[in-house]
C-alpha cells in the first residue's frame, strides 16, 4: 500500500502498517480461543453458583444475589485473564474491549453486592480511563 492512500483502518490507527493478512488471520483465531476459553470458565463458574444457591452455602454480601455472584466471577476471571494476558509473551495483548467488559462485569456483580447506586457511574469512569490510557500509552 503506498503511503499517500490509505485505508479508513490505518488512518483510525488501529490497523498497524506491518501487519500482513497472515497475521491478522493469527491474532482472529487467537482471540476466538480465548473467548470461548473465557466463556466456558463463566458457563462453569455460573453452574458452580447456581449450585451453591440450591444447597444453600452461597454466601450472602449486602444485597447480593446469584447474578451478583455470577457477574462478580466473571469480572474478576476476566480481569486475571487480562492480566495474565499482558505479562506473558505467549499471548497477544487484550484490547481496550477486553479491559471495558471485563470492568463492566465486575462492577455490575460488585455494585449488586452494595446498596449503593455505583454502576453507571463506575462504568462511565472506567471506558474513560481507558480511552484515556489508549490514547496516552499507544505505542507509535
Not at 490507527?13 to 497475521?23: A, H, I, S
Not at 480481569?79 to 467488559?101: A, E, F, K, Q
Given at each position: 500500500?503506498?503511503?499517500?492512500?490509505?485505508?479508513?483502518?490505518?488512518?483510525?490507527?488501529?490497523?498497524?502498517?506491518?501487519?500482513?493478512?497472515?497475521?491478522?488471520?493469527?491474532?482472529?483465531?487467537?482471540?476466538?480461543?480465548l473467548?470461548?476459553?473465557?466463556?466456558?470458565?463463566?458457563?462453569?463458574?455460573?453452574?458452580?453458583?447456581?449450585?451453591?444457591?440450591?444447597?444453600?452455602?452461597?454466601?450472602?454480601?449486602?444485597?447480593?444475589d446469584?447474578?451478583?455472584?455470577?457477574?462478580f466471577?466473571?469480572?474478576?476471571?476476566?480481569?486475571?485473564?487480562?492480566?495474565?494476558?499482558?505479562?506473558?509473551?505467549?499471548?497477544?495483548?487484550?484490547?481496550?474491549?477486553?479491559?471495558?467488559?471485563?470492568?463492566?462485569?465486575?462492577?455490575?456483580?460488585?455494585?449488586?453486592?452494595?446498596?449503593?447506586?455505583?454502576?453507571?457511574p463506575?462504568?462511565?469512569v472506567?471506558?474513560?480511563?481507558?480511552?484515556?490510557?489508549?490514547?496516552?500509552?499507544?505505542?507509535?
Open positions: 500500500m503506498t503511503s499517500e492512500k490509505l485505508s479508513r483502518e490505518q488512518a483510525a490507527g488501529w490497523w498497524p502498517d506491518d501487519l500482513t493478512w497472515d497475521d491478522a488471520v493469527n491474532w482472529v483465531e487467537e482471540h476466538h480461543y473467548e470461548t476459553i473465557y466463556w466456558a470458565g463463566v458457563l462453569i463458574w455460573a453452574g458452580l453458583v447456581f449450585m451453591a444457591d440450591s444447597l444453600a452455602v452461597l454466601p450472602q454480601v449486602g444485597t447480593g446469584v447474578w451478583s455472584w455470577i457477574f466471577g466473571a469480572g474478576l476471571y476476566g480481569t486475571l485473564g487480562n492480566l495474565y494476558r499482558l505479562v506473558s509473551r505467549n499471548w497477544s495483548n487484550p484490547t481496550d474491549w477486553d479491559y471495558i467488559w471485563s470492568g463492566f462485569w465486575l462492577i455490575l456483580g460488585l455494585s449488586g453486592m452494595t446498596a449503593a447506586e455505583v454502576f453507571w463506575l462504568a462511565l472506567l471506558v474513560g480511563v481507558v480511552a484515556l490510557a489508549n490514547t496516552l500509552f499507544r505505542s507509535s
